[in-house]
C-alpha cells in the first residue's frame, strides 16, 4: 500500500513471496540484512508502505530490482522488532558490527574435512579472516570451523534454518542487538568447544555506508581541506564514481579492511580540497591522496588533526600519505599565520566540524557547535 509515481491516490498491489534472503539493502549501499522478495511492484513512492498479509501487518516495502520486472523487496517484521527495540531508549545503536569473514563451501573438500576432523553429517564453514574491531576477535580465529551459532546448525554452505528457509548465518547474527552475548559451536585442532561472547565492537573501522543525517567533517590546516572519506562524497564522480572516482579511493572505500594500514582507523581522510594560498603552494600532488600520519603521528580520524599540530612545535608540519613516497611538508608557523586571512578571504565559517550528538544534516550549528 502506498503512493507511487503515476497518481495521487492511494495505490495496492498484489503478489506472492518469492523467496526470503540476506542481501544489501540500498539504502546504505553497504549493508546487508534479512529480506523478503515479492513479485508485486514496487516503485518509488513506495518506500515505507505497509505490506499486509490478510489483516497483519508483516513487512515495510522499501527497494526493487530495476533489472528484472516485477521483482520488490520488504523489509519483514524480525528487522522491524529489532530496530523498535534498539530503539527503545531513544538512541539508535544500530546493528552488531561483523568483521568477520568464512570459506564457504570448503568442508564440501573430502581432505580438507579430514584434516579439520570433521565427522559424517558436520556441516560448517572454516572462518579466514577476523577483524581487529570485531566483536568475535580473540573468540574466533582463522582456521576455526564454525559448526553452530545460538543451536543453529551451520551447512557447507554458510547457511542455516531460520524462519523456515535456509538463509545466511550472518542473518541471525544481524538481527541481535549490540551488545547481546552470542553462543557458538567450533572445531579448534581438531577438538569441539563452545565459546561466548559479546556483540561489542572491540574498536573503530570505516563505514562504507551512505549518510543520509551527517554533514561532512572535515579541518582545515593552511588552506588544505582534509574530509572524511564517504560513499557520499565518491558519489560526487557520479552514478558510475567506481568507475570514476580515483582509484586508490574506491579501493580503500571497497577493501578498506584488507589494507593493514586501514583496518582500525575511524575515519579515511583526504585531501580534498585546496583553498589557493602562497602556504600551500605545490600541495596540486597530492589532491585526493589519503592522509596517514601528520609529523610521524598517526591520523585516525579527521579530528586527530588539530590536536596533532596544536602540539607541535617543530619548524615543519610533514604530511604524509598512503600512495605518495614523499611528504608534502608546510612551513608550521607560515600555516597558523595564515590560517585566519585564508578562512576570511573564501568566507569559510568554521575551520572544522567533527558533528554533534545534535547533527541532523539540517539545522546543525555551523559556527562551532561540535567543531
Do not use: C
Request: hydrophobic fraction near 35%.
Amino acid at each position: 500500500i502506498g503512493y507511487p509515481t503515476g497518481g495521487e491516490q492511494l495505490s495496492i498491489t498484489q503478489g506472492v513471496v518469492s523467496r526470503v534472503s540476506y542481501r544489501r539493502y540500498v539504502h546504505t549501499g553497504s549493508d546487508s540484512h534479512l529480506l523478503v522478495q515479492v513479485d508485486s511492484a514496487i516503485n518509488p513512492g513506495n518506500s515505507g508502505g505497509p505490506v499486509i498479509q490478510k489483516d497483519k501487518v508483516v513487512g515495510v516495502a522499501f527497494q526493487s530490482q530495476t533489472q528484472a520486472e516485477n521483482t520488490g523487496y520488504i523489509i519483514p517484521t524480525p528487522v522491524v522488532k529489532r530496530f523498535l527495540l534498539d530503539i527503545k531508549d531513544g538512541h539508535y545503536d544500530g546493528h552488531p558490527m561483523q568483521g568477520f569473514w568464512f570459506m564457504d563451501g570448503a568442508l564440501e573438500n573430502a581432505a580438507t574435512r579430514e584434516y579439520h576432523k570433521l565427522k559424517k553429517g558436520d556441516g560448517g564453514v572454516k572462518i579466514s579472516q577476523v577483524a581487529d574491531y570485531s566483536p568475535a576477535k580473540g573468540s574466533l580465529f582463522p582456521g576455526d570451523i564454525l559448526l553452530s551459532i545460538e543451536g543453529q546448525p551451520i551447512g557447507v554452505d554458510g547457511k542455516i534454518v531460520l524462519h523456515n528457509e535456509r538463509i545466511n548465518l550472518r542473518a541471525l547474527w544481524d538481527l541481535k542487538q549490540r551488545g547481546d552475548k552470542v553462543k557458538a559451536e567450533i572445531l579448534r585442532n581438531g577438538k569441539r568447544q563452545t565459546i561466548q561472547f559479546a556483540l561489542t565492537p572491540k574498536g573503530d573501522t570505516y563505514d562504507s555506508g551512505l549518510k543520509y543525517w551527517l554533514r561532512p567533517r572535515f579541518s582545515i590546516v593552511g588552506g588544505l581541506v582534509f574530509s572524511a572519506m564517504s560513499r557520499n562524497y565518491l558519489q560526487e564522480w557520479g552514478k558510475g564514481w567506481y568507475y570514476d572516482a580515483p582509484l586508490m579511493l574506491r579501493y580503500a572505500q571497497t577493501f578498506s579492511v584488507d589494507i593493514p594500514a586501514l583496518q582500525s582507523k575511524k575515519d579515511i581522510v583526504i585531501l580534498s580540497e585546496r583553498l589557493a594560498h602562497p602556504v600551500n603552494t605545490y600541495a596540486g600532488p597530492f589532491m585526493k591522496e589519503i592522509l596517514m600520519r601528520v609529523n610521524g603521528k598517526e591520523v585516525n580520524s579527521v579530528e586527530d588533526i588539530p590536536k596533532i599540530i596544536a602540539a607541535e612545535q617543530s619548524e615543519f608540519l610533514i604530511f604524509e600519505f598512503l600512495d605518495q613516497k614523499t611528504p608534502l611538508v608546510l612551513e608550521r608557523k607560515a600555516v597558523v599565520e595564515a590560517d585566519a586571512s585564508i578562512m576570511q578571504q573564501y568566507q569559510v565559517p568554521t575551520a572544522s566540524w567533527f558533528g554533534s550528538e545534535n547533527d541532523d544534516g539540517a539545522t546543525a550549528n555551523w559556527e562551532g557547535e561540535g567543531g
